[in-house]
């Protein structure tokens, strides 16, 4: 099996970058104050992450919060030789260990770059200034949690599905633009089953049509 890039082989963009795409995404869960607008803009930085590189390393700490401007990202989780995807997310969401971040535990995962991304990046600290400095920003976080606890229970739900024809009915009804771009294999260990099994569901649900 290849192994994935190690961590740190992405490289810096440029020192103020354009952090519109973030704003909108946090606008849309409540209103952000010109202080909140001003810190991010000063501190957030813009990196790259090439195809197959790891952001983060099971066992160690998470120290960043980063925006997909650009790309597709995975977690997972090694279990010997075989690799088991937690969750895959695209452009215009955030990525990072929640665990590993907010605990300042190591992580149970690692977080691999499917794709070329661009991202853009918070580090931890600035994130905990961010919650002193302006409150309403405690909201924010909050109402994205939520958002991020109704995706892992979505996950969980499919998880405990039994036939492999519904795991995927439900895959194609909450991810369907990733049904033709994420690999099939990193697909089918999100869904619990094999390769095999996926290519053969994909085939029958492709006749219906």
Wanted: net charge positive; proline share 5%.
């Amino acid at each position: 099996m290849k192994q994935p890039e190690p961590v740190g082989s992405g490289k810096e963009l440029s020192p103020a970058p354009d952090i519109t795409p973030l704003l909108q995404l946090l606008g849309c869960v409540h209103p952000l104050s010109p202080g909140v607008i001003a810190y991010l803009r000063k501190h957030v930085t813009a990196c790259t992450a090439r195809k197959r590189k790891l952001l983060l390393k099971e066992g160690t700490l998470c120290n960043h919060i980063y925006f997909l401007v650009k790309g597709a990202v995975r977690g997972f989780r090694r279990e010997g030789q075989k690799d088991i995807t937690t969750w895959i997310v695209v452009e215009n969401d955030l990525v990072t260990s929640i665990f590993s971040l907010d605990d300042r535990a190591p992580s149970i995962e690692n977080i691999q770059a499917l794709e070329n991304c661009e991202l853009l990046a918070l580090t931890y600290a600035q994130l905990d200034e961010l919650y002193d400095l302006y409150p309403e920003f405690n909201i924010i976080v909050r109402k994205l949690l939520q958002k991020y606890y109704a995706d892992a229970e979505r996950r969980a739900f499919i998880a405990r599905l039994t036939k492999a024809e519904n795991k995927y009915r439900h895959f194609l009804l909450l991810h369907q633009p990733l049904a033709n771009r994420i690999p099939l294999k990193y697909t089918a260990s999100y869904l619990g089953m094999t390769l095999e099994t996926l290519s053969r569901v994909r085939k029958k649900f492709t006749s219906r049509v």
